[in-house]
């Protein structure tokens, strides 16, 4: 059974950085595409970053330049992390897994909600002005 399993949220001044993980387990990581969510209440969620089977990445235009997503293959691990946060950055974080249209791992070139099958619950980012 696929399971992710987000950390690392918590509250920030903004300015500062967090580092985000997501604990895989259940399936081969490596034939995965994941990626990062967030949503805010009363709003869609939205693509954040990706990562492929063989480590191409992802970015969303707000995020690029700040944000980093990597992955631990050895240690099923995803990261995300983010610097320079600003207020706007604040929601729900999710780590999201899916196979790819191939089932090998490659993500698509957009980062949908849709085409992810597999979530975590979630993990909180509050950034301060």
């Known amino acids: 059974q696929v399971q992710v399993v987000e950390s690392g949220g918590g509250s920030v001044q903004a300015g500062g950085s967090l580092r985000l993980s997501c604990a895989a387990s259940?399936?081969?990581?490596?034939?995965?595409?994941m990626a990062w969510f967030r949503q805010v209440p009363g709003k869609e969620r939205e693509g954040v970053a990706q990562?492929?089977?063989?480590?191409?990445?992802g970015y969303v235009e707000f995020v690029e330049g700040r944000f980093t997503v990597s992955q631990d293959r050895a240690k099923n691990t995803l990261y995300l992390q983010m610097n320079s946060l600003k207020p706007e950055d604040t929601a729900m974080y999710y780590c999201?897994?899916?196979?790819?249209?191939?089932?090998?791992?490659?993500?698509?070139?957009?980062?949908?909600?849709?085409?992810?099958?597999?979530w975590g619950q979630g993990t909180q980012v509050t950034v301060s002005s």
């Open positions: 999201a897994a899916d196979r790819g249209p191939s089932g090998l791992g490659y993500c698509r070139s957009a980062i949908r909600p849709g085409d992810f099958g597999y």
């Open positions: 259940g399936y081969r990581y490596s034939r995965y595409c």
């Open positions: 990562i492929d089977n063989v480590g191409h990445t």
